[in-house]
């Protein structure tokens, strides 16, 4: 029997209790002979990030002990942060980034020597020289920038020393099999990687103790992407500079095509140790590429240059490995979240073998996202996901529209994909609809879609999150005086920018967002502290910070801030909560003292996302279905 109730008054069976009691994040697959490997990212440890292996007798196991957290900071943003090979892993702690080797079933013992304001990330092993290459940041020399650079790590000393120095960034070193040639990725300020880099190609000079490269492809307007050698060792990659990311080889001194597609098979490389293909065999690749947004995989034989797409229900693809006939990634559907997947090449079955979270939904309640284009500024289109509102037990009272929920991804170079997401889903069960839209200068359109938002960002993306919400509006499919937008770090700039510049959202949520240009260079990490100058011309930087105008901002805002976040540090959200108090605007400040760029202890995720909730119902003047820890609101009357 449906009960009528208005929107955003539902009560729902999604929780932030069930959230965050049964979600991990998954990353960082590896493969060792038939033992699987990942990452398990878990809240209810107060984010500890634990390796765990799968054995070919179905058993999974936890490999890292407590209280070690298998984490990097390079970059800030980490990745690349262990390697396995033989049963022994090697790792980088979180609490002191140190590397540290595990022998599976013991306990780990620290290799390199406690150094403060070192940090390593990327291994990869030279069996010839009995040693780690990884990547280097060192942060020692602090009256300048952090030196990024590939060391090699001694395995029974554990003493490091520089292998190759002098350009601003170095990612993705790899050895060919025979161990003679090194190559890897460099790119230089104000680049980022998926503008413009280099793939070097290294020889050993000195015995082995430095290595001497030259570029063999990349460079201005080129993004290179996951170099590998084949198990025959040859090169091979992925590159844009075709306008699409799409795979290459290079041999006997020249770069090879080996397919033309309006696809991505490359993502942007905001973390360390991605990967969107593996050699199933020598001429044989599973693949993982985009294709207008929606990921799907693919095998590709590199000797007649065949493709052949394999049929599934999987939206997204990361972290992707193979072997012969084997395939393991992280994958997500429709109905399923993020799982640790794997597939059988020669049967093309696929099984589930680790979920993000275990809580069994009933799909009826499913919201499922319908991928939509619309009509945005300059006569340009751009693209989204629209979820409805969807709760079997409850009908809108006649004529009621739902509020939206505009959701914008960070980066602002990112993307969202059309996977199942439980944070989707508690706001739709409620009777909200969500708008998740990837705007000009996201990723899986090609480059030139990338690129809208050169000199553009804080236009291009909120014109295009503005209209479509506008889009929606006129369709019938949203309530125009009851539209929210919400994002985090890029994505919170692109909310403040919307809200100060534009008159068509009534509430937001800016979650470590950014609205001082100049202080975001100013305090920013290494890694990004040139990006905006690719992204916002530096004369208009105070034209597009939401800090200098709002006397333009009139509607609610709630701020959710980590004090520990060295990205987009909490002075961004102090000086605008300060000016919307003193302006007397409904305004929230929300903080977390043990937080950095993003949320991943339990008790703080469900903090923001009740937090958020309890706000729009406030502000909106509707009744919560259920008791919520009240957030202190300013100036609401």
Request: charged residues 20%; negative net charge.
């Amino acid at each position: 029997m449906h009960k009528t109730a208005p929107y955003g008054t539902w009560k729902s069976t999604i929780t932030s209790d069930l959230i965050v009691s049964g979600s991990i994040g998954l990353s960082q697959v590896m493969l060792d002979g038939e033992d699987i490997y990942w990452i398990e990212s878990r809240p209810a440890e107060k984010g500890r990030s634990v390796i765990v292996r799968r054995t070919p007798n179905h058993k999974t196991e936890d490999i890292t002990p407590a209280p070690f957290s298998v984490r990097t900071r390079i970059h800030e943003y980490g990745g690349g942060a262990y390697l396995v090979e033989d049963g022994v892993i090697y790792f980088s702690n979180f609490a002191d980034n140190r590397v540290y080797r595990q022998v599976v079933g013991e306990e780990p013992t620290p290799l390199t020597p406690e150094t403060k304001g070192v940090r390593f990330a990327d291994f990869i092993i030279d069996h010839r020289r009995n040693r780690l290459i990884c990547v280097c940041e060192d942060h020692r020399v602090t009256q300048y920038e952090p030196i990024n650079s590939l060391v090699s790590i001694d395995l029974d000393s554990g003493s490091f020393r520089t292998l190759y120095s002098g350009s601003d960034f170095v990612s993705s070193p790899r050895l060919n099999p025979d161990g003679t040639q090194l190559v890897f990725l460099q790119w230089n300020h104000p680049n980022m990687p998926w503008d413009s880099t280099e793939l070097m190609l290294g020889h050993w000079e000195f015995g082995g103790t430095v290595v001497a490269a030259h570029p063999i492809a990349g460079g201005k307007e080129e993004s290179i992407f996951q170099p590998e050698w084949s198990p025959e060792g040859v090169l091979h990659f992925v590159s844009d500079r075709t306008g699409w990311w799409n795979l290459y080889r290079w041999r006997k001194g020249h770069v090879e095509p080996l397919l033309e597609a309006k696809a991505d098979f490359g993502l942007p490389q905001w973390v360390f140790g991605m990967s969107t293909y593996s050699f199933l065999e020598e001429h044989s690749l599973l693949c993982s590429f985009i294709e207008r947004g929606l990921p799907q995989l693919g095998v590709l034989n590199t000797n007649f240059k065949t493709f052949q797409r394999i049929k599934s229900e999987f939206s997204k693809f990361d972290s992707v490995q193979a072997l012969r006939h084997r395939a393991v990634f992280i994958a997500g559907s429709h109905l399923e979240p993020n799982a640790v997947v794997s597939l059988n090449i020669n049967t093309g079955d696929f099984k589930l073998l680790r979920s993000s979270n275990e809580v069994v939904i009933d799909p009826w309640i499913i919201s499922l996202p319908r991928p939509i284009e619309f009509p945005t500024t300059d006569g340009l289109t751009a693209h989204a996901f629209y979820y409805p509102p969807r709760n079997p037990n409850y009908r809108e009272p006649a004529g009621e529209k739902p509020p939206l929920i505009v959701e914008i991804h960070g980066g602002p170079t990112a993307a969202t994909y059309p996977v199942f997401s439980l944070w989707t889903q508690f706001w739709t069960t409620r009777g909200f609809a969500v708008l998740d839209v990837n705007y000009g200068g996201s990723t899986g359109y090609g480059r030139e879609y990338r690129q809208r938002l050169k000199d553009q960002w804080g236009i291009v993306d909120v014109n295009d999150c503005v209209n479509g919400a506008k889009h929606l509006v006129a369709k019938g499919l949203a309530d125009p005086n009851r539209l929210c937008i919400t994002g985090g770090s890029a994505g919170g700039y692109t909310v403040l920018c919307a809200l100060t510049f534009h008159d068509v959202f009534k509430a937001g949520a800016s979650h470590y967002g950014v609205s001082d240009l100049q202080a975001l260079d100013d305090d920013t990490h290494k890694f990004e502290s040139r990006y905006t100058y690719g992204l916002v011309p530096k004369k208009a930087y105070k034209a597009r910070s939401p800090i200098y105008h709002v006397d333009k901002l009139n509607v609610p805002v709630i701020f959710f801030q980590g004090l520990e976040d060295k990205i987009v540090p909490p002075n961004q959200a102090e000086k605008m909560v300060d000016a919307l108090q003193g302006k007397g605007l409904p305004v929230a400040y929300v903080t977390f003292a043990e937080e950095g760029h993003g949320f991943r202890q339990a008790a703080n995720i469900k903090r923001a996302l009740d937090g958020e909730l309890y706000f729009y119902a406030k502000v909106f003047g509707f009744e919560l279905a259920d008791e919520i820890e009240p957030v202190d609101i300013e100036n609401l009357e």
